[in-house]
């Protein structure tokens, strides 16, 4: 976890909320801040999204999306479109599906010493935020400010304590991020940010019980739409209490560290642990290799870098057992018992693990109901494998063969593929890309994926960043 500077002001100052609104809204920010990563994660959002568009539960949500007339009757299920504003309920509606579509693969960008998914949350609710276009430099101010405000509120309760008691912070922290960055959008003023805070506060949910289910994509969903609502009620003067990040039965007191130390030491420097990560969120910043919980991928990299010094037909016979250890609370996400569908073993180490010794890698067929049920071989060798936690430093995932020979080979990984100590290259976002257009069904080497692909390189500071989705209905470009 990153060291923050401690402040050096004894100047009075307002309450939590009003200072984080007022950081939020006037805090000055280079044009070019962090513009390559903001590019990338806009496209990887887009293109996971994609992938997830004719997902059994995406379909589902989609048909239950309904539209009222003005008697009061229920219409038709309206067929809303994906990535576009005109879903029935008008934006909050496209925020909610295309925030869900986002995160419904679990192959969406992380912090990696955080447990969030950003730009699950912010670019849904971004996109949806105006009707009219939106150009790359506006995009990307609101969205630096997002970022830092996940990061700051994430770091402020600690992440692991909130984390570990059931709660799901890409949902419960999301909220307050992309009010944040809608705030900064839109231009908010100071009083009418604090109120859409307080009540996206409010509104905070989301439990880590649900991981593994179609709910739990809904959270990033949900929090990118409350954001939007939270906003839209804030500017219509609805009210609620504008200090309810510090309140003694507010956001912090439900969420933040027992006894309130967190918030004790969080009022103290506000502005700089927001300063902070405003500069330097893009080194908490990573992008998914393999479509399966993050907690799982320092392992799977791990065996993937064993199975080169692998030769020769029955080489994983001789596997005996393989030990997984990671860092404490590096389970947290994890199941414990064996998977019994596909989006149960994106939670299951033990079989990612196995999954990439049988197949040299994990992609998003693995995770579907035939490619699960296809993978009795890696099941098999799942039962090999035990995970266990040791030591409370810095991220890591140690695994440990025992083969029939003897023999007891090893490897740690620390940065995942994908992380920005350990990035993946322009090339492997695009094949990326490409893979995701073709889990969909559509042409990899089509407009839509193109359109994608150019914005690897490169986006003009006045490019409308909703051509890149101009013309998808559905997920299909």
């Excluded at 992938?51 to 009757?73: I, M, N, Q």
């Excluded at 994990?362 to 071989?377: N, Q, R």
Aim: some cysteine; hydrophobic content about 45%.
């Amino acid at each position: 976890m990153a060291t923050i500077p401690a402040s050096t002001s004894t100047t009075t100052r307002a309450g939590l909320t009003e200072r984080l609104a007022e950081a939020v809204l006037t805090t000055d920010i280079p044009a070019s801040l962090h513009e390559q990563t903001i590019r990338h994660a806009l496209v990887d959002t887009l293109a996971v999204s994609t992938a997830a568009a004719g997902e059994d539960g995406l379909r589902r949500l989609r048909s239950v999306t309904e539209s009222v007339d003005p008697a009061g009757s229920v219409a038709a299920p309206h067929p809303s479109a994906h990535w576009a504003p005109d879903a029935a309920g008008g934006a909050p509606s496209s925020a909610f599906l295309n925030g869900t579509a986002a995160h419904f693969l679990d192959f969406d960008d992380v912090s990696p010493t955080m447990p969030l998914h950003p730009s699950a949350v912010l670019v849904p609710a971004l996109l949806a935020a105006d009707a009219g276009p939106l150009t790359f430099s506006r995009f990307a101010e609101a969205f630096n400010v997002g970022q830092a405000m996940f990061r700051t509120i994430a770091q402020a309760l600690p992440s692991h304590e909130h984390y570990a008691r059931g709660w799901h912070s890409t949902s419960t922290v999301g909220r307050l991020a992309a009010v944040a960055a809608l705030a900064r959008l839109q231009g908010l003023d100071l009083t009418t940010t604090q109120t859409a805070l307080a009540m996206a506060s409010s509104l905070a949910s989301g439990s880590r019980a649900n991981f593994g289910t179609m709910t739990k994509p809904m959270h990033a969903g949900m929090s990118a739409q409350d954001a939007l609502l939270a906003v839209r009620w804030a500017r219509a003067g609805i009210t609620a209490n504008v200090d309810e990040l510090e309140a003694p039965s507010g956001y912090f007191a439900r969420f933040g560290e027992a006894g309130g130390a967190s918030l004790a030491t969080f009022s103290e420097d506000v502005e700089d642990r927001f300063g902070y990560w405003l500069t330097d969120w893009s080194f908490d910043w990573g992008l998914k290799r393999y479509p399966s919980c993050y907690g799982t991928h320092r392992a799977v990299d791990a065996v993937l870098d064993m199975r080169l010094d692998f030769r020769g037909d029955g080489s994983l016979e001789d596997i005996e057992s393989i030990d997984v250890l990671v860092h404490e609370t590096g389970t947290a996400p994890l199941r414990t018992e064996p998977p019994r569908t596909g989006g149960e073993a994106k939670f299951s180490l033990e079989h990612c693990v196995a999954l990439a010794l049988v197949n040299g890698t994990i992609v998003l067929d693995d995770f579907t109901p035939s490619g699960f049920e296809a993978a009795g071989a890696a099941r098999e060798l799942a039962r090999r494998v035990t995970l266990g936690e040791e030591g409370a430093g810095r991220e890591y995932a140690t695994v440990s063969m025992s083969m029939a020979g003897g023999s007891r080979p090893d490897a740690t990984v620390y940065a995942a593929r994908g992380d920005s100590s350990n990035p993946l290259t322009a090339a492997d976002l695009k094949d990326k890309v490409a893979s995701c257009f073709a889990y969909a069904g559509l042409p990899a080497d089509g407009a839509g994926a193109g359109r994608l692909a150019a914005a690897v390189d490169g986006l003009a500071a006045d490019a409308d960043v909703k051509e890149l989705i101009t013309g998808w209905t559905g997920g299909a470009p």
